[in-house]
């Protein structure tokens, strides 16, 4: 990794039978729970069923959502809790679970305190759409949010000698003849295994990338590229079902509206280039959008172009604010030219209003009035400082906001309402919390705010 650490999974002969709480999944939520287990005094284990470790999380770019934090002031922000449920909720349709929603908002400022508690700085500051307030934390290296939280956790879960093991698939929960859970049977070494454990956490991420999930509950986006990683395939929804569990909001599946797709792989374009000053154009180089709309309007705003994608415009000014456009830049995926003229040539636009269109915005940033599309957000600089650059984009299935429900304590529910003994989740596993829109930068505050619970409940319920 960038700073020469490097993360030594356990060895799998050391895999024992029996722990305190068995974690399943590696990405934020199962790293951060399980430090908060061991740090309460639990015995965790990691069970992961890639080679590569941290799910989804290694995809995430643009930051981490928190209101009233310390960052925040040090920045000039005044920001609340309040504002900060009211734009999720309005952003999700006023569809989300209120329970979970008032938890999250409330105890966003605490995980970042908590990260920093174990030196894990998110001390820079963007906007991501559906924000009114720069509340997406990031690190001052501007680093893409994903991969530093990854490696930063990890770097603990070392630390504290936290077994984590790879290559290993858990086929079913274990339950007791009263539906407790007790345990897990897995695959390890082409070996059926039988691990004992007081409770188990699942987080194993959604089903982005799982196409009998995909469709059997949204059969409309058949064809779509995703961006999740290919373990993404909805194994720990089918985990807890089979134990009872109740799922919710299925069908809401968010489509990412900036997904560069001309080559082999898609790779997510995060929102805080948005975030950061960058315009949406068409093929004839014209804005159609309020670039910062939700993730939900954005995308169909681009989807009513008629199948052409479009594209992201921004300058060298833009491109030092997310530090992430260097890699996209690495593997191809950058159109740039020295001048806007230039760049409409070498991008395949069809019109020339490229110049114009960036002229008027420039204007409408310093005037800081957008009347062509209401942008309100993510105009603190303009497209004026060359060389310039395009990316472009489509739509590609990105998100899944249903799945397993769960009360505010991460205990899992089933048909009933009545918690399942024994089994929590955290993370993209469960539904509810976005309504029918994720805003960007909520899944990767989900991941370390749930974790956390979870692994404090976990801590609870076995010592009652």
Do not use: C
């Not at 700073?3 to 199962?30: C, E, H, M, R, W």
């Not at 069970?47 to 643009?62: F, P, V, Y």
């Not at 909001?249 to 790779?267: E, K, R, Y």
Request: a negative charge.
């Amino acid at each position: 990794m960038a700073d020469g650490f490097k993360f030594t999974p356990s060895n799998p002969n050391n895999l024992a039978n029996n722990y305190d709480v068995i974690i399943i999944g590696s990405g934020g939520a199962g790293l951060t729970s399980a430090i908060q287990a061991y740090e309460l005094g639990l015995n965790p284990v990691i069970l992961e069923k890639m080679d590569k470790i941290g799910g989804n999380t290694t995809r995430a770019s643009s930051g981490m959502n928190a209101a009233e934090t310390l960052v925040q002031l040090k920045h000039k922000v005044v920001d609340s809790f309040e504002d900060f449920y009211a734009e999720t909720y309005k952003g999700g349709g006023e569809q989300n679970n209120q329970e979970l929603l008032k938890y999250f908002t409330e105890h966003s400022a605490l995980a970042i305190d908590w990260l920093s508690d174990h030196n894990i700085e998110l001390d820079d500051l963007t906007i991501t759409g559906g924000m009114s307030k720069m509340r997406t934390h990031r690190p001052s290296s501007m680093a893409a949010i994903g991969g530093f939280l990854v490696t930063e956790l990890l770097k603990q879960v070392a630390l504290d000698n936290i077994p984590l093991f790879t290559n290993v698939k858990v086929d079913a929960l274990l339950t007791d003849d009263d539906g407790v859970v007790t345990g897990v049977k897995a695959t390890a070494n082409d070996q059926e295994v039988v691990i004992s454990g007081k409770a188990v956490v699942l987080a194993t991420g959604g089903f982005g990338a799982g196409k009998d999930l995909l469709a059997k509950y949204r059969p409309d986006l058949d064809g779509l590229n995703t961006t999740n990683q290919p373990g993404a395939t909805g194994d720990g929804i089918k985990l807890a079902t089979a134990v009872g569990a109740k799922l919710v909001d299925m069908d809401q599946v968010q489509v990412h509206p900036t997904v560069q797709q001309d080559t082999d792989h898609a790779f997510l374009i995060g929102e805080a280039v948005r975030g950061e000053g960058a315009i949406l154009v068409n093929n004839e180089g014209q804005r159609f959008v309020n670039e910062l709309d939700t993730r939900k309007n954005v995308t169909a705003a681009i989807d009513g172009l008629g199948g052409t994608g479009a594209y992201l415009i921004f300058d060298r000014g833009i491109r030092n604010r997310a530090k992430a456009i260097e890699f996209y830049d690495s593997i191809g995926l950058v159109k740039t030219a020295d001048s806007l003229p230039e760049l409409a040539e070498v991008t395949g636009l069809t019109g020339h209003h490229l110049a114009d269109t960036v002229a008027i915005w420039n204007q409408a940033v310093a005037d800081h009035n957008d009347a062509d599309f209401n942008r309100t957000t993510g105009m603190d600089r303009d497209i004026a400082s060359g060389p310039f650059y395009s990316i472009h984009i489509a739509p590609a299935v990105h998100y899944t906001m249903g799945g397993v429900a769960i009360n505010h304590k991460t205990e899992v529910q089933n048909e009933s309402g009545q918690a399942i003994q024994g089994l929590y989740a955290a993370g993209e596993i469960v539904g509810g919390l976005h309504g029918n829109n994720r805003i960007g930068g909520n899944s990767i505050a989900e991941t370390i705010i749930f974790g956390r619970q979870a692994g404090q409940q976990v801590f609870s319920y076995i010592n009652a």
